[in-house]
């Protein structure tokens, strides 16, 4: 059956958005006469969103995902579009063209909203400041992000505490606990493996305000940790490792349980001076934190007020309390979506939505709009689980066109033709034509020149650009 | 002999783009054995139907094999052990004949949508003559819920 054309804009370039683009053009073949475009908006300058910005440097076998994503921008009917920001200017990608949404709702179809959840829940008692950072901009520092965050102050941190027991907490504690020359040939920065060069961190300790069995971490990341060179966990009392009475571990909790019984009770071989260590400190809930006032070793002091768990497994205070000298606090507790997103709800912290579809704040479903990965379900979830949600996004988006849900709100343009398939929207023709919006072709000539810098610094990986060096490579090439 | 083999082959919603994407030769390129020549494996979808009957060699992976014959199964990690969309239940008589997952495949499986007991990483399952006749299932994708409780129409 051949319905209207379908012109589809992807709000944010990440896993979520290229899984939708990818299913919709599976989905309707290329020969078939129903006409289709999907065009993909990043307000960075590069496509992938957390694979490329998100994934640790040490991780590489998880980005493959992004072949098939490339595979899906070879479809006439797919284009990419970076450095396009649908809202107004943003310090996350300063070189980002603004567009405002209506621009997308005039010239579109259907929309769908991917873009992520790309701010952190900071923590109500440690406000940010110089030696209290979010885990993202640790995160936006190794993978280079256009957002250009303060390098984190580890030249001058012997002791790091991370709180949040979450991978990412995992995957900072491990690239800021590995010997740089393990790093070298990932990619990560040249200038970022220097200022690990000079890390004078010696110690990570983990804090979460419940305990083993209520960890987000998963076993591959913990078994990472435990078992890098020179590192050395601290142990774990076996009361802590206990399941509750009457409480049936899952497969995944008894095997994290069981690599932290492992890690408890290793040994280090050799001097205790040579290695650097790392704990979990369970059922610990920052209520504070100030500068020393002693002179002691240490910046800070951080306030802990120790906790159990209730009856519904939440943690609350017991009343007592301790104090941990520390010099550097990483906050890791999760994102939501940028406040800014159209039908974000402040209540849920990512888009409005039953099942993709999306919901506006007087609770009318929209007619073809929807959300998918983390923007519709909030930051949880591995890249399978944003594979599954944007399969099924592609799914009812297509099922509703044929099918229409009734009683919902209008809002796209319902009137695209063969002449209007193709049409931009006004700002996006103009970056086009000044070269501030970057395609899927110069993306994969930019792609080739990070991988070749690599190469040419010794088998690494790739080394990365920013954009004041991808712009002057492409006037280069431009010219050539 | 194989022409007389009747193949159901189901229609499924998807069908591959008119230009195969590259990533159907990155992990590990499969021939196609003479017909009735090889182990043959049967692709079942997530309520028991049956997809299609493929023979492979010895040593071909599952899920080459699933992109060689267009079967609807993800390896986002391209068989490097780092994901869990390549996720397969096996037939229990099956699944008992081979080694046991590594750490590094049970880190994966931890993660995976529908775990069974007989469940594998279809990369990590390498064909052996004592695996013909082996049933591999697609787990459950996510539910597909939809306000008005309709279900979506195949293409």
């Known amino acids: 059956m051949v319905m209207n054309p379908l012109k589809v804009a992807i709000v944010g370039g990440g896993p979520s958005s290229f899984y939708v683009a990818s299913r919709l053009l599976s989905l309707v073949p290329l020969k078939s006469t129903q006409q289709l475009r999907v065009h993909v908006y990043d307000r960075l300058w590069s496509p992938y969103g957390l694979v490329r910005y998100g994934v640790a440097p040490d991780h590489p076998e998880v980005k493959n995902c992004a072949h098939k994503f490339d595979d899906a921008a070879t479809d006439s009917r797919l284009k990419f579009f970076g450095n396009v920001n649908i809202g107004g200017p943003t310090t996350s990608s300063p070189s980002a063209i603004s567009v405002p949404i209506e621009s997308l709702l005039a010239k579109y179809t259907h929309l769908v909203l991917g873009s992520g959840c790309a701010v952190p829940v900071l923590h109500p008692e440690l406000p940010p400041s110089e030696r209290c950072i979010p885990a993202l901009d640790v995160v936006h520092w190794y993978t280079n992000h256009p957002s250009k965050p303060k390098t984190p102050p580890i030249d001058n941190a012997q002791h790091v505490s991370i709180i949040g027991q979450g991978n990412v907490s995992l995957d900072i504690a491990r690239i800021l606990l590995s010997r740089p020359e393990d790093l070298r040939q990932h990619d990560i920065p040249e200038r970022v493996l220097a200022h690990l060069a000079k890390s004078t961190v010696k110690r990570i300790s983990i804090i979460g305000r419940r305990g083993p069995y209520e960890v987000a971490f998963t076993a591959k990341e913990l078994r990472e940790l435990l078992d890098l060179p020179g590192v050395v966990m601290d142990p774990l009392p076996s009361d802590i490792l206990q399941p509750k009475e009457g409480m049936k571990p899952t497969r995944q909790q008894s095997r994290i349980v069981s690599l932290l019984q492992r890690g408890s009770k290793e040994i280090p071989k050799g001097p205790s001076e040579d290695f650097k260590s790392w704990s979990l400190e369970f059922f610990r809930s920052p209520i504070g934190v100030v500068p020393t006032r002693h002179s002691t070793s240490s910046n800070l002091e951080l306030s802990l007020a120790h906790t159990t768990l209730d009856p519904n497994n939440k943690a609350v205070p017991t009343g007592a309390t301790s104090i941990l000298p520390i010099d550097l606090i990483v906050t890791s507790l999760g994102h939501r979506s940028e406040p800014t997103t159209h039908w974000y709800d402040p209540g849920l912290g990512h888009v409005r939505n039953v099942s993709g579809r999306v919901v506006d704040g007087g609770g009318n479903v929209l007619k073809n709009v929807y959300t998918s990965g983390w923007a519709s379900t909030g930051a949880k979830g591995v890249l399978a689980t944003t594979m599954m949600n944007a399969y099924d996004v592609a799914q009812t988006l297509l099922s509703d066109a044929r099918d229409p849900v009734p009683e919902t709100r209008s809002v796209m343009n319902e009137d695209i033709k063969e002449t209007t398939l193709d049409e931009l929207p006004e700002e996006v023709k103009r970056g086009l034509e000044s070269s501030q919006v970057i395609t899927h072709d110069t993306w994969k000539r930019i792609d080739d020149e990070e991988v070749r810098r690599g190469a040419a610094l010794g088998g690494k990986e790739r080394e990365r650009m920013d954009w004041t060096e991808v712009d002057r490579y492409l006037q280069k090439i431009r010219v050539a | ?155």
């Open chain 2, 1 to 155: 002999m194989f022409h007389s083999v009747s193949l159901l082959v189901l229609r499924v919603t998807l069908r591959r783009p008119l230009n195969p994407p590259e990533s159907v030769t990155r992990h590990g390129h499969v021939t196609r054995p003479k017909p009735g020549t090889g182990i043959k494996v049967h692709f079942k979808d997530s309520k028991g139907e049956l997809i299609k009957i493929i023979e492979g060699n010895e040593g071909d992976d599952i899920l080459s094999l699933a992109h060689e014959h267009d079967i609807d199964l993800e390896g986002a990690c391209e068989g490097s052990i780092a994901c869990s969309t390549c996720h397969v239940i096996l037939s229990p008589e099956h699944y008992d004949l081979l080694e046991e997952p590594g750490d590094d495949e049970n880190d994966m499986l931890d993660m995976a949508f529908g775990l069974t007991d007989t469940s594998r990483l279809g990369c990590q399952v390498i064909l052996d003559k004592k695996l013909d006749g082996m049933v591999c299932t697609l787990p459950a994708a996510t539910r597909n819920m939809f306000v008005d409780g309709k279900k979506p129409t195949h293409h």
